[in-house]
Every structure is written in structure tokens, then in C-alpha cells.
Nanobody, 125 residues
Framework: QVQLVESGGGLVQAGDSLKLSCAAS????????MGWFRQAPGKERGFVAA????????TYADSVKGRFAISRDNTKITVYLQMNSLKPEDTAVYYC??????????????????WGQGTQVTVSS
């Protein structure tokens, strides 16, 4: 069973930056495809970013492309989400997740087998 713990959320102003962390358990972290999703009040959980374990390839939702960056540190068994130029519409609970394996379907929530508890990000205008 993989356990994930997100941290780094908080209250910021529009234009600010935040860096979220997701610490994972498990010896096979380097083989895990990882993703970030978010859920705003009254909305469904939506894809934000993902990183492929085998190649390091990354992919992003159009709404965050150019502003957010996903990365990982296998030595620290942690995946990160650097969020720049934050907007009020980025306000949500952010979740990290571990993928099930091939085929890689990074933007599909059912591709992910394990989820963290989430961390709140609030961006004021």
C-alpha cells in the first residue's frame, strides 16, 4: 500500500508562488508515474500535471501550462508542484496520486491507484 502526504498549501495573493510537495512511501517510488489533481468547491476533481517515471516526460492541463511545473526527487521519494503566477481560479484542494502503470493515461483519474489526503491552496485577488 502506497501512502502519500501532501504539504505546502496555504493562502497567497494573486501573482504569488507556492511549491507543493508530496511525500510517498514505498521502495518502488522511482517506478511510479505521478500526477497532481485539484478540486475546487462544487466542481469535479480535475487534472493538473503528471510526470512519467520511465522517461521523465511531463504533461499539463492547458489552464496551468507555462505557470506550473511538476518534478520529482527519487532520492527523497517526493514529487513537487511548483506553482507560479497564481490566480484566484487556482483555488482548490490539490491531490497527488500514483499511477497504475501502462498504458500511461495521465489526465484520467481512474489511471491512479493511490491518492493523498490533499492540501488546500487559496489564492486571493
Amino acid at each position: 500500500q502506497v501512502q502519500l502526504v501532501e504539504s505546502g498549501g496555504g493562502l497567497v495573493q494573486a501573482g504569488d508562488s507556492l511549491k507543493l510537495s508530496c511525500a510517498a512511501s514505498g521502495r518502488l517510488f522511482s517506478t511510479y508515474d505521478m500526477g497532481w489533481f485539484r478540486q475546487a468547491p462544487g466542481k469535479e476533481r480535475g487534472f493538473v500535471a503528471a510526470i512519467r517515471a520511465s522517461s521523465g516526460d511531463t504533461t499539463y492541463a492547458d489552464s496551468v501550462k507555462g505557470r506550473f511545473a511538476i518534478s520529482r526527487d527519487n532520492t527523497k521519494i517526493t514529487v513537487y508542484l511548483q506553482m507560479n503566477s497564481l490566480k484566484p481560479e487556482d483555488t482548490a484542494v490539490y491531490y497527488c496520486a500514483v499511477g497504475r502503470g501502462d498504458p500511461w493515461r495521465p489526465s484520467v483519474s481512474s489511471f491512479y491507484a493511490h491518492w493523498g489526503q490533499g492540501t488546500q491552496v487559496t489564492v486571493s485577488s
